[in-house]
């Protein structure tokens, strides 16, 4: 029921004429009661119809007061007063009567102008309430709503006859800081409860409210006032995205610094993202080289892990390729999905996106050495999340991380090609002492050489001149001297770097 109608319930009978017969009925009813106690009312008759008056002051007003107060003095007159069924009155009397009707009538004008005072200061209440530009709704003890002001149609998109008798719990689906039962806890405790709500509209957008209570003790109404903040709460959120993101990239520009390791980097990396940014998962896709276009985990974070062993994903232009993580590996640029739900391109992992509280993702791409080496995705929790300076956040931090990954694999390279090079420089002094090894023994083959023909030629002349077991000796000197011939042919041979 409208307060607005239990407010004219409580007010005087607007209906003409209506009002006066009320009035004589109520005349009617005080004589009757004088007359069962006429003993009593022979004394003091007037005090009788004092109630006939004042039920016409709040019925009727001032002018219907007057009148209840005539009727009655002549009614008193007729009935109550010797001579009874005549208007013949003693002096006495008639100065009680005037007396009567002009007390009485005094009395109805002050308290009509104190009634009339609080009429018009509860219509301004109302109107003011009415007309305020926030939202004031007053529900009753059984929190159905009785009261609902212009501010709350403009705010809810609900209408007076529309919210009134329902709880505005269940129709603007209210979300509470603290579960309901605590919050009407401390209400009841204190009289008091300030929160910030989360509340769906009609059209069935969620605005955020800065709510006020305050709770009548004897009546068990509750004033609920409430302020639209939802920009606020959006700035203020996106504040916080912003800072937790600045000090992930900060954490993993420091951890850049530290970790030479390309797998160990990559895993640190998105436990950091994913732990300051506030992320639920941040993982990176690596593209695989085979005939479906399929995408590996190379590291993956966060509370939602086991959401990427669920889902299939490639990074061809295919519907399970156009996604933000494979356009991000297509086409080496940011991908950013503002809502699962409204995507086209996210259809294929809608449902267990909603399982897992999944609202809008971004894949970034990682680009070394000018390929696309991989791609950094990230999930929130809320909607359109990433955009403007976290966007260039998020971008700025897969920049930092794709040149880690180049500056690791330049270390690599580096590193390799050192090891090469020393290899070669061993072989280049091996050479050299091999060429010098090469010299000497050549050298020294050719001296012993030259001693070499001198024995050979002394035994050949000499076994010409022996027989007998002397000659047997001399042909094991020419024989031992001819394999030394043969090693010093070898060892000249290799000092000309000859096939030996």
């Not at 016409?56 to 007159?77: M, N, P």
């Not at 509340?199 to 639209?228: F, N, P």
């Not at 991380?401 to 090891?419: G, M, N, P, T, V």
Request: proline fraction near 3%.
């Amino acid at each position: 029921m409208k307060l607005s109608q239990d407010m004219r319930t409580n007010s005087r009978i607007d209906v003409p004429g209506q009002s006066y017969w009320l009035a004589v009925a109520s005349i009617v009813c005080c004589t009757l009661s004088a007359v069962v106690f006429s003993a009593v009312s022979r004394e003091t008759p007037f005090l009788f119809f004092i109630p006939a008056v004042l039920f016409s002051l709040w019925i009727g007003g001032f002018r219907t007061a007057v009148f209840s107060c005539v009727l009655s003095a002549l009614t008193i007159d007729f009935f109550l007063l010797p001579p009874f069924f005549s208007f013949t009155l003693s002096l006495r009397d008639a100065i009680k009567e005037v007396l009567f009707v002009v007390i009485m009538s005094v009395a109805a004008w002050f308290f009509d102008r104190l009634r009339i005072r609080a009429e018009k200061f509860i219509q301004l209440q109302t109107k003011l309430l009415a007309s305020a530009a926030e939202s004031i709704v007053i529900t009753d003890a059984e929190h159905h709503v009785i009261a609902w002001n212009r501010g709350a149609e403009h705010l809810y998109g609900w209408t007076e006859a529309e919210a009134i008798g329902k709880i505005p719990h269940q129709f603007l689906q209210t979300t509470y800081p603290e579960p309901v039962e605590e919050v009407r806890r401390k209400l009841k405790e204190t009289g008091r409860w300030q929160g910030r709500l989360h509340r769906i509209c009609k059209d069935g957008h969620t605005v955020v409210t800065e709510a006020s209570w305050a709770l009548d003790r004897e009546t068990g109404y509750i004033l609920q006032t409430s302020l639209d903040v939802t920009a606020q709460s959006v700035a203020e959120s996106e504040l916080l995205r912003v800072n937790r993101a600045l000090n992930a990239l900060s954490r993993v520009n420091q951890l850049l610094i530290h970790t030479p390791e390309e797998d160990k980097l990559l895993q640190q990396a998105v436990e950091i993202i994913a732990e300051e940014g506030g992320y639920p998962l941040a993982w990176v896709a690596i593209p695989e080289q085979d005939s479906k276009h399929s995408v590996s985990v190379r590291a993956s974070a966060g509370k939602c892990v086991e959401y990427l062993s669920k889902v299939n994903l490639t990074w061809n232009d295919e519907p399970l390729g156009r996604g933000p993580t494979g356009t991000a590996l297509r086409e080496g640029k940011p991908s950013v999905n503002h809502s699962f739900l409204t995507d086209p391109n996210c259809a294929s992992w809608r449902e267990f996106a909603t399982q897992y509280g999944f609202v809008s993702s971004i894949g970034l791409p990682l680009i070394v050495h000018g390929k696309i080496f991989g791609a950094l995705t990230l999930y929130a929790s809320e909607m359109n999340a990433f955009k403007d300076e976290e966007l260039a956040l998020v971008s700025e931090l897969a920049g930092d991380l794709a040149f880690a990954l180049d500056a690791i694999q330049l270390r690599k390279q580096a590193e390799e090609e050192r090891k090469v090079r020393l290899m070669l420089e061993d072989q280049l002094r091996q050479s050299q002492k091999m060429e010098a090894i090469g010299r000497l023994a050549g050298g020294i083959a050719h001296d012993f050489n030259n001693l070499l023909m001198v024995i050979m030629a002394q035994t050949e002349m000499l076994s010409l001149q022996l027989n007998g077991p002397a000659l047997a000796k001399t042909e094991s000197v020419m024989k031992s001297a001819r394999r030394a011939a043969e090693l010093t042919h070898q060892l000249l041979a290799f000092s000309r770097k000859q096939i030996v």
